[in-house]
């Protein structure tokens, strides 16, 4: 359902909305700069048009006048408060006629999001609910103010027709359709000379069938809510379009189920399905006319107390619109007043007898800013000294339980390892156990080796040195032996010989080992040798195996108790400078209450603070900005307190306004009358 309709194309189109917070309150003292932003989209279009603070492409009113459109400058859109004292909420849209224009649109639906009210608006820092106003676009017979002016035209042209002329014209031109028509023109033309011809349009739309007495109209929505109300004998229906065009009857009363319009007389030509109409209202009667209202002589004599009874004083007296009417709705008003201003006081009553200004605001939130900055300056050093120790920490550190995992695993792995080592070891060890305590390593064999084949190689070339020099005196010896002589020249030889061989002998061992023996024990010492190589070879391999997963420089037990001891100390030192820190935040944080207000929360104020704050406002310029010239208490005095009025001239006077001991002068101004009395203006000083 729309909230209100334009024609399509419609130019300087003002829509005003009503702007209530959550809890149905009106809000007063929106301005352009308080809302975030208003889009508008018609019904065939894929994305809105946005008006917004940011850029920013929504500003005030133009005119000090509400209700007078003044095109926004191009891309941007009009916002501005009515009367906050009078329609509290209400707010005017002046949007770019383009947005009214898009081809074969049907509806603009203009939307403001939800937003809290600044300290500024009243109430204030309340949140506002989504707004979204529809309006539709009719698009029908866009030409509709040109043949009105055709109408007019023809209803004034005809104006000083005698109606039974134009009667006899009619009834002449019957056998022509459209010489009927004029005729009919003619005569409604002719019928309505003695009224003022100042027409507007109430509704149109399609006919879709009838007579010369009826129409039936295509829908039943059409707003002909006038139609039927007291005084409205003047709405005329009009044949906009067909074979009966511009013909134009009064309306004896419409029925809204059946659709049905009845006219107060007979068309000239009946209307068809497809004709279209337009109802026009506002048909006022000239001086001195009879039609719609009855007048009375002029009043020549009084007698008594007995009341006027004429036309004016029915009306005037009447309990629907006049004076009774009049002074039924000023005591709705008054008692409206006087429940809102003590609604109003109940709460001002509670604001502070001297509320802080918004000076004395601006300097405490000056306070608690240089606070913030201080203590963001704190974060700041103290942020950056935890960061420097958190950033040596990894991504993603381990927790206790993760640490207490791995050091149980790697207990339960030095477990498995000592045992294994206690195992291969007693094997290891009970060979070599079997070694010497300082078994020679195989450079010392091998030494020992070459010198054991040096001194083979000397004997055996000493052996066949001396078995030489032995032969070669043995090769001297006769096959038969010589005699004692010889004997004992031999015996000589020999002595000194065999002297020359013990010498040497006497370095050979006692019982020196033939080759087998020597050769026997190589042969042993190569087998215990290759069974230490292969022995060696597993051992070292299982050894191997699990010194590869040692570090190339494992540290030593003394590096590792250091490392802890280091790790201790930095622990310490950080649960210290935790202690510190922790203790400097939960001083700050004792500051704050056990349930703080969330964002958007309502501010609860002492009694004390309401009333400074009610009171500030009571001294505060209308406009804001000072607590100087006009204030709120001034202009509420107006309605509430003493309030005299002197005339000192025809057009001029004065207004003194007075404070609530109506004694004290609050402010006073000039006033101007225009003619015949009413106050014209008030102009305070």
């Known amino acids: 359902m729309s909230d209100s309709k334009v024609y399509l194309g419609q130019t300087s189109v003002i829509r005003r909305i009503r702007i209530l917070d959550a809890t149905g309150v009106p809000v007063t ?54 009367d906050p004292t009078y329609n509290k909420g209400d707010y005017e849209i002046q949007l770019e006629d383009a947005r009214f224009a898009v081809a074969s649109s049907t509806e603009l639906r203009i939307n403001i999001p939800a937003f809290t009210t600044p300290v500024t608006a009243t109430p204030a820092v309340s949140p506002v609910n989504d707004i979204s106003y529809v309006v539709e676009i009719d698009s029908r017979d866009p030409d509709i103010a040109s043949t009105l002016a055709q109408a007019t035209a023809a209803a004034t042209s005809a104006a000083s027709a005698d109606t039974n002329s134009a009667a006899a014209a009619a009834s002449a031109a019957s056998a022509d359709a459209n ?108 001086l001195g006319s009879t039609r719609g209202v009855a007048l009375v002589d002029v009043l020549t004599t009084y007698t008594g107390n007995t009341p006027q009874t004429g036309d004016v004083y029915a009306i005037a007296n009447s309990g629907t619109f006049g004076n009774a009417a009049i002074k039924t709705l000023l005591d709705l008003v008054a008692t409206y007043i006087d429940t809102e201003v003590a609604a109003i006081k109940a709460k001002t009553d509670n604001l502070p007898s001297d509320p802080a200004d918004a000076s004395d605001i601006a300097a405490s939130f000056s306070s608690i800013a240089s606070t913030l900055s201080t203590i963001a300056g704190y974060v700041d050093t103290e942020i950056a000294a935890i960061k420097a120790k958190t950033d040596n920490l990894p991504s993603d550190p381990a927790d206790a339980s993760d640490i207490a995992a791995s050091f149980a695993s790697v207990a339960s792995t030095l477990s498995t390892i000592a045992s294994y080592i206690d195992t291969e070891v007693a094997a290891i060890k009970a060979k070599t156990d079997a070694l010497p305590s300082d078994p020679a390593d195989a450079s010392d064999i091998a030494a020992s080796f070459v010198t054991v084949n040096a001194k083979l190689d000397a004997i055996d070339d000493f052996v066949d040195t001396e078995v030489s020099a032995i032969k070669a005196k043995t090769d001297l010896i006769p096959a038969s032996p010589a005699t004692e002589q010889t004997l004992a020249t031999i015996a000589a030889y020999i002595d000194t010989e065999v002297a020359a061989i013990k010498a040497k002998t006497d370095n050979l061992p006692s019982d020196p080992a033939d080759a087998s023996d020597i050769s026997a024990s190589f042969a042993s010492i190569t087998s215990t040798l290759a069974n230490i190589s292969a022995f060696i070879d597993t051992e070292v391999a299982a050894i191997k195996s699990k ?16 490392s802890f001891a280091s790790v201790a100390s930095s ?111 008030v102009d305070p000083s």
């Not at 000090?64 to 408060?81: D, K, L, Q, S």
């Open 29 to 82: 003292g929106l301005t352009a700069a308080d809302i975030p932003f208003i889009s508008a989209i018609c019904d065939n279009e894929s994305a809105p048009t946005v008006y917004d603070n940011v850029t920013p492409t929504i500003e005030g009113l133009d005119s000090a006048t509400p209700g007078i459109y003044v095109a926004p400058t191009p891309t941007f859109v009009r916002f501005g408060e009515v």
């Open 179 to 286: 010489a009927a028509a004029a005729a009919g023109s003619a005569a409604a033309a002719a019928e309505n000379s003695s009224f003022l011809k100042t027409f507007s349009i109430m509704d149109y739309g399609t006919i879709t069938g009838g007579s010369t007495t009826t129409a039936v109209l295509s829908s039943s929505n059409y707003d002909l809510s006038l139609v039927n109300l007291p005084g409205a004998a003047g709405c005329r229906f009009l044949i906009h379009s067909g074979t009966g065009r511009l013909q134009n009857v009064g309306i004896a009363s419409y029925n809204q189920g059946t659709q049905t319009v009845a006219f107060d007389k007979a068309l000239a030509v009946a209307p068809v399905n497809g004709d279209t109409w337009a109802i026009l209202y506002d048909y006022l009667p000239k």
């Open 547 to 562: 010194t590869d997963n040692l570090p190339s420089d494992p540290a030593d037990a003394s590096d590792i108790a250091s």
């Open 571 to 681: 622990l310490s030192t950080i649960a210290a400078y935790i202690d510190t820190e922790v203790a400097a935040i939960k001083a700050k944080t004792d500051l704050i209450p056990a349930s703080p207000a969330v964002v958007g929360s309502p501010m609860t104020l002492e009694s004390g603070e309401r009333n400074a704050i009610a009171d500030a406002w009571t001294a505060r310029n209308i406009e804001g900005g000072s607590s100087a010239g006009r204030t709120n208490g001034q202009a509420m005095a107006a309605l509430r307190n003493k309030a005299v009025m002197v005339r000192t001239s025809s057009t001029t006077g004065t207004i003194t306004v007075y404070g609530a001991d109506d004694v004290t002068v609050l402010w006073s101004g000039d006033v101007t009358f225009a003619a015949g009395d009413p106050l014209a203006s």
